[in-house]
């Protein structure tokens, strides 16, 4: 399929299928004109733009069913995505299972307590209503396997049941306070489906990338360290852009008319730009932005990536300069600087050893960095946490597998929400939580904090 030509069917498709659900929410309101319409949406799916979706949606819903093997910051992400195409309002986490899903080739049962978790990662970011899929399990069928509130045996008895109820007592007592309070953030991360088509449909240089993944390879950096994010759209206004100290668009291979001249305006007045490979390849026609790479963004940026290496799987190139000192993979950016600060080079032993892989560029008041390769998580992390400092972000430490969300509520209270996403025991300090009050136990926090399996704390702080 011509390429062009392929990006016009994705285009159609995600419309075409919009125009069903538009078709039908406009016959239900011919007979009320007050409910609130929504339809399932689901995470990441590639095949429809939900930015586009969203604006035709009274309340964003979706359904979350994460793999044995999802991290919990990727799940974070996913939740992130769904508050943001609604415009960062509170979203309905309308499906989940109360135990295991169906479909994948090793189907495990969720841990006591997991469920509870996830469920409460949901309102740490943003969801306003938590809901089960299915509430009595099927006898026969495709899905008489997936978890359900009743099981087969038609018992209240079930470890399920019980943690399902418990549950929802929890958030019967204590989520009206919750509900409404909002996610403030100074770092924005954009999701675009276009460069989701594009980088996926791409016949070369590789085969191996995955662009949810290359997104999260970011939002990890920033999850890690409890910096709150939202997630907007690459042609997202330039007012409401310059609302955030720190933008980053992974693997932005798509730039869309329009979104290179507001970036350069973002970073000329003080903005933090964050992009790197693949990025400002393609035009909206899916057609290569000629006189070379990162195309519109080749001035703000600062280089010229003259060629891209792939490297095959499990293949890596080591990456050493300032505090990073990590591994790349899937491709390389061979850099040329044209006015940006080398921060990092290539190492090995490949012809272009020593070349750039991180660069920075000084544009107006702010600045442009450029990610050559998919870094490793510590690569990442290293390249981040001097950004984090500069930019005075929010951050917080936690213990491994441990994060804090917090949603903002009228009249200055504050929810933080302490979660403890491994089958561990932590122990931690935070003095920013003390004097708080958890919800759930009455407790008063004073210094030492101690989190059970997938443990959670919801704190008042005011």
């Known amino acids: 399929m011509v390429s062009g030509l392929q990006m016009d069917y994705r285009r159609f498709q995600s419309q075409a299928q919009l125009a069903c659900y538009t078709n039908e929410r406009d016959a239900i309101r011919e007979y009320d004109a007050t409910t609130p319409i929504t339809t399932n949406l689901m995470g990441t799916f590639k095949d429809l733009d939900y930015f586009e979706w969203a604006k035709e949606m009274d309340v964003v819903s979706w359904d979350n069913y994460p793999g044995m093997d999802t991290p919990p910051s990727f799940t974070a992400m996913c939740r992130d995505l769904m508050r943001g195409i609604g415009g960062n309002k ?14 994948f080739p090793f189907c495990k049962v969720k841990q006591p307590g997991e469920v509870r978790k996830l469920s409460w990662q949901a309102v740490a970011h943003g969801a306003d209503t938590v809901r089960f899929f299915q509430m009595k399990q099927s006898l026969g069928g495709c899905e008489r396997f997936h978890g359900a509130v009743i099981a087969h045996d038609g018992t ?9 109820a418990a549950l929802g007592e929890e958030l019967d007592r204590i989520g009206r306070r919750i509900m409404g ?4 953030s100074r770092v924005a991360i954009m999701f675009d489906w276009q460069s989701y088509w594009s980088l996926e449909g791409c016949v070369g240089p590789t085969t191996g990338f995955n662009y949810p993944n290359e997104v999260h390879r970011f939002y990890r950096a920033l999850w890690r360290r409890n910096v709150p994010v939202d997630m907007i759209a690459s042609t997202t ?24 001249e507001t970036l350069e305006a973002y970073v000329a007045d003080g903005g933090t730009f964050i992009t790197g490979y693949m990025a400002g390849i393609h035009d909206e026609h899916d057609l290569v932005v000629p006189g070379g790479y ?18 095959a799987p499990g293949e890596t190139i080591e990456v050493h300069g300032g505090t990073v000192d990590a591994k790349g993979e899937i491709v390389a950016s061979i850099i040329h600087r044209e006015g940006a600060e080398r921060l990092a080079t290539y190492g090995g032993d490949e012809f272009y050893a020593g070349h750039s892989a991180l660069t ?11 990610v050559g390769t998919p870094l490793d998580e510590t690569g990442m992390s290293a390249f981040m946490a001097p950004i984090i400092k500069e930019l005075d972000l929010k951050s917080l430490d936690t213990p491994e597998d441990v994060s804090l969300s917090v949603r903002y509520g009228d009249g200055g209270t504050r ?10 025991d932590k122990r931690l300090c935070l003095s920013e939580l ?3 009050t958890e919800l759930l136990t009455g407790t008063v926090i004073n210094d030492l904090i101690e989190l059970k399996p997938y443990g959670v704390d919801v704190i008042a702080l005011r």
């Open 156 to 164: 209240e008895e079930s470890r399920v049941f019980k943690e399902t």
């Open 294 to 311: 990162p195309g519109k963004l080749r001035r703000l940026m600062g280089v010229w990536v003259e060629e891209i290496d792939a490297l």
């Open 360 to 370: 920075v560029n000084a544009y107006g008041k702010g600045k442009a960095y450029f």
């Open 181 to 184: 309070s909002r996610i403030e």
């Open 415 to 424: 929810y933080a929400f302490l979660i403890n996403n491994s089958a561990a």
């Open 434 to 436: 003390n004097g708080g």
């Open 90 to 103: 509170p979203f309905m986490l309308m499906e989940q299972t109360p135990n295991q899903q169906n479909w």
């Open 237 to 260: 206004p330039l007012a409401r852009l310059s609302q955030y100290d720190l933008a980053i668009a992974p693997a932005l291979i798509t730039v869309l008319p329009g979104v290179a």
